[in-house]
């Protein structure tokens, strides 16, 4: 079935230092992969999605790269700060109907 | 715009207690969708809709009903509560798009959801 993985579970890193989240998808036909950021206590938020026309979107220190071949796609943060720490999700639609798949999560803990 | 409301915030029910999770939102948007989020679970879909009138179930549906008869609300019922449903519930709506989940997903803050 439609399948979205997520790695790794948990990253800690310090602040200033890079973070890669990797996901990889099993739908050949998905053209949107979206990242959201979700803060303790809130709802998921979109911070960046890339379509399947494009290989990278960049955003200040955020960026997604997608590779269609391989069915993956990364979630890059550079110059990472204490506020970056929170659970971030990939997704991919669903293959029927108008919802998402979600990857199950990273825990993102970003140290000063 | 106050976005994707969602109440109440908290609930505790007692095994087969009965009760209503409340969406709405005031953005137009013509799909809405409810998950559930469990730890080390990610966010799983009970059911969705694609407008007024139209709902389809999700990957997680037993247990739960749904209907949607304006654009704004989207009620999540429980049926008979058990422990298996504790967890958090997220509602979410975008925009119509393809027929396929391609547009941002605007979600409401959630509702913490014990049953004992």
């Known amino acids: 079935g439609e399948n979205v993985e997520q790695h790794p579970s948990t990253l800690s890193v310090q602040e200033g230092d890079s973070a890669v989240i990797k996901c990889t998808y099993s739908d050949s036909a998905s053209n949107y992969f979206p990242w959201y950021k979700q803060e303790l206590g809130k709802g998921p938020q979109l911070i960046i999605d890339?379509?399947?026309?494009?290989g990278e979107k960049k955003d200040q220190r955020i960026a997604v790269t997608l590779n269609k071949t391989a069915k993956h796609f990364s979630l890059h943060i550079t110059e990472t700060q204490p506020e970056d720490s929170a659970v971030y999700f990939c997704?991919?639609?669903?293959?029927?109907?108008?919802?998402?798949?979600f990857g199950k999560g990273t825990t993102l803990s970003v140290s000063s | 715009n106050a976005g994707v409301t969602q109440t109440p915030k908290f609930q505790v029910l007692k095994t087969g207690q009965s009760m209503t999770l409340q969406c709405a939102q005031d953005?137009?948007?013509?799909?809405m969708s409810w998950y559930r989020q469990d730890p080390g679970m990610g966010l799983r879909l009970i059911h969705y809709?694609?407008?007024?009138?139209?709902?389809d179930q999700g990957e997680v549906p037993n247990g739960y009903n749904v209907s949607r008869s304006t654009t704004e609300d989207f009620p999540l019922r429980l049926l008979s509560a058990a422990p298996s449903q504790t967890s958090v519930y997220f509602c979410?709506?975008?925009?119509?798009?393809?027929?396929?989940?391609?547009?941002?997903?605007?979600f409401g803050p959630g509702t913490r959801l014990t049953v004992l």
């Open positions: 953005m137009n948007h013509e799909y």
């Open positions: 997704a991919a639609p669903r293959v029927a109907g108008t919802a998402l798949i």
């Open positions: 979410a709506s975008s925009l119509k798009t393809s027929g396929r989940a391609d547009n941002e997903q605007f």
């Open positions: 890339i379509r399947s026309n494009v």
């Open positions: 809709s694609v407008g007024a009138g139209i709902t």
